[in-house]
Every structure is written in C-alpha cells, then in structure tokens.
C-alpha cells in the first residue's frame, strides 16, 4: 500500500515570498490534515479536511496560509508571503475516519524562510 | 496552551534496558492517547495507542500506561534497542476530535 506521498522534500524561499506544498493521502483515506512541526515542538493542525469539505481550520493564519482539496483526494497548501516564522517542517497526513485517531503522515516539507 | 506536556526533551538508556517515556495532560476530555515514533527526515509513525476506558495495552515490546486521576501515561519499551533511538510524541484527542501532540522526546540507546 502506497503510503502519504508530499512534494517537495526541501523548500528554501526569501521572506515575502510564496511557497505551495502538494500532498497525495493514502487511497481511500476520507480525511486529510496539514500539519505544522516547528524545530523543538510538536506538529500543530493548522487545517483538516473530510472528504473536500473544511472541519477544523481554526489554527490556519488565514491571512497568508490557504488550503484546498479539490476532488477530495490531492491537496495543496500555500503560504503568500511567507514570514521568517513560517519555517517549519510540513507535515500532511491522512486518515481513513473522520478524525481524533491513527493517522498516517507524509515524510513532510522542510521549508526554511530567509 | 499545551493540553499535552512531555516535560523530559531527551533520555538516554542502554540496550537491553527498560526506556520509560512520560507524558501528561491538563484536558480531561481527551478520551484517546497515541504514541508516535519518528525518525530523521520521516514522517511521524504510529507505535501504540489506549483509549481512557483501559489503563494498560501491550504490543509486543510495547506498553502504554494509562493513569486517569493523575491525567498521565507512560510509554513502556522493554528491552530497547539501538532502532529504538528516534523522537516519540504523545498524542490525546477528545470526542474523535483533532490530535494535539507533545513536544516530544529523543530517546537515545546506546549498544
């Protein structure tokens, strides 16, 4: 079984900048998270989908972070413009349930902001 | 505000050796606890979890310890081994409802 595919591995960018990560959950799997992992803390969910409606984006800075899952399956998540403080590690993941339970997660996107 | 608390950043034990990883909790509703293990460059990984209904779920070499009244649960690994060596966070969820995880823990076994 093919397991949560993200692009890109590393992503280096210049304040102000935009950036945009794509993720492929696992087949099947209805809900789809973003997860950011800042160095030193664990991974916060800054949005989570069921299917390609929106349940829980209450922890997304909507003025500069948007996210979309189209056709229920793919996903992409984009920062316009980046700030310093955006530079984490992202993670998406996927679950086959609608939440609060194992989930399966991609090897994530290092995104480093100068 | 973090709900869920692993206040040891690293531990260190010796192959063969007990490793115990501790995390604590301040929201009573969380109802579902999960340990995830993660190496370098990996995604988290799923290791073990308990619902608040058991106080203790055992799979092989690993063991999840659940204490309600102290809103604390441990992470039994026996005997570690040198594969071992990675980051594992602790994971609680309330009513099916989003995961909040733990800073983490980098657990080192040394051969």
């Known amino acids: 079984e093919a397991g949560v595919a993200q692009s890109p591995r590393y992503k280096i960018i210049e304040k102000r900048q935009s950036v945009a990560f794509w993720c492929n959950p696992i087949?099947?799997?209805?809900?789809l998270y973003w997860y950011q992992q800042i160095l030193g803390q664990g991974p916060k969910l800054l949005i989570q989908f069921q299917n390609n409606g929106v349940v829980d984006d209450s922890q997304l800075p909507k003025d500069r972070f948007s996210a979309e899952r189209l056709k229920g399956v793919d996903s992409t998540l984009k920062i316009q413009p980046a700030k310093l403080e955006d530079s984490a590690v992202y993670l998406c993941a996927s679950s086959f349930g609608p939440g609060g339970e194992k989930l399966f997660f991609g090897s994530g996107t290092q995104l480093s902001v100068l | 505000d973090q709900q869920v608390k692993q206040n040891s950043p690293s531990l260190s034990v010796q192959e063969g050796r007990i490793s115990i990883l501790n995390c604590d909790y301040t929201?009573?509703?969380?109802?579902?606890f999960l340990w995830y293990k993660k190496y370098p460059a990996e995604g988290p990984t799923f290791l073990i979890s308990i619902s608040s209904i058991k106080d203790k779920n055992e799979d092989g070499r690993f063991t999840v310890f659940l204490n309600k009244s102290a809103k604390h649960l441990s992470l039994h690994i026996v005997p570690s081994q040198p594969g071992d060596s990675a980051v594992y966070f602790c994971a609680a969820s309330a009513g099916g409802n989003k995961l909040v995880f733990g800073a983490g823990t980098i657990l080192r076994v040394k051969s």
């Open positions: 929201n009573s509703m969380f109802d579902y």
């Open positions: 087949s099947g799997h209805a809900t």
